[in-house]
């Protein structure tokens, strides 16, 4: 089975500074997806970005990007120019990429941006 | 609706009642899925849909809970003879279609309590 694992229970930073939140996995499958989502206190969850295992190229979406090391199975998540707004619980999930189509998530990383 | 929408928002019963919980996908969605999200922790799969058909129902944790789609749209999940241990937030999400990596599109969840 695999698991995800968010070895940061809280993080913060100043408004307008650089934050790195970790993830790691365990997989013995060699293509899979992986997500950062984004929990705000009204619970519904928003996909920030996502990364497909067979690209090498890391993904990125405005200010946010990753830094994917396959084979240290590590994900973790860039947040440049922070802002108030990005304050929120953040998860990092683990897909198959055939089969299953069920999220498997991490613990999370709760986020405060301090002004 | 522009959303997946979640009714009752929150839900407070008696250890052994009855309870059920709606979950209106977005329109076309043919795909939907149901997470139990435990305090302080990240979500976890309980089931998944596809069309009218649970194609995976391997996160049920006991015959306690079930979930029916029987016209392929609007989803309910039932939980007979509640404990405390089932208080949780009850996420549902739906897409597009499975076998693709297609975004799940979460609601807002219910929040279970059981007293």
């Known amino acids: 089975a695999q698991t995800v694992t968010q070895s940061q229970p809280e993080m913060s930073v100043q408004e307008a500074e650089t934050v790195t939140l970790s993830c790691t996995y365990d997989?013995?499958?060699?293509?899979?997806?992986l997500f950062w989502y984004k929990q705000p206190p009204s619970r519904q969850m928003i996909l920030v970005i996502r990364q497909e295992a067979y690209k090498q190229q890391n993904a990125t979406e405005n200010r946010f990007s990753v830094n994917f090391q396959k084979a240290a199975k590590s994900f973790s998540l860039k947040i440049s120019d922070s802002q108030l707004g990005d304050a929120a619980m953040y998860f990092c999930a683990y897909r198959r990429f055939q089969g299953a189509q069920k999220l498997v998530f991490g613990q999370g990383t709760r986020l405060t941006i301090n002004p | 609706g522009a959303g997946v929408s979640q009714t009752p928002s929150n839900k407070v019963t008696e250890k052994g009642k009855y309870v059920e919980l709606r979950c209106d996908p977005i329109s076309g969605h043919t795909a939907l899925y149901w997470y139990r999200q435990s305090l302080g922790q990240g979500p976890e799969f309980l089931i998944y849909f596809q069309g009218t058909g649970a194609a995976d129902d391997s996160g049920l944790p006991n015959d306690r809970f079930f979930a029916v789609r029987p016209e392929g749209s609007v989803s309910t999940l039932k939980i007979q003879r509640t404990e405390r241990g089932d208080s949780a937030v009850y996420l549902c999400?739906?897409?597009?279609?499975?076998?693709?990596?297609?975004?799940?599109?979460f609601g807002p969840g219910t929040r279970l309590t059981v007293l």
């Open positions: 997989t013995s499958e060699s293509d899979y997806y």
């Open positions: 999400a739906s897409s597009l279609r499975s076998g693709l990596v297609d975004e799940q599109f």
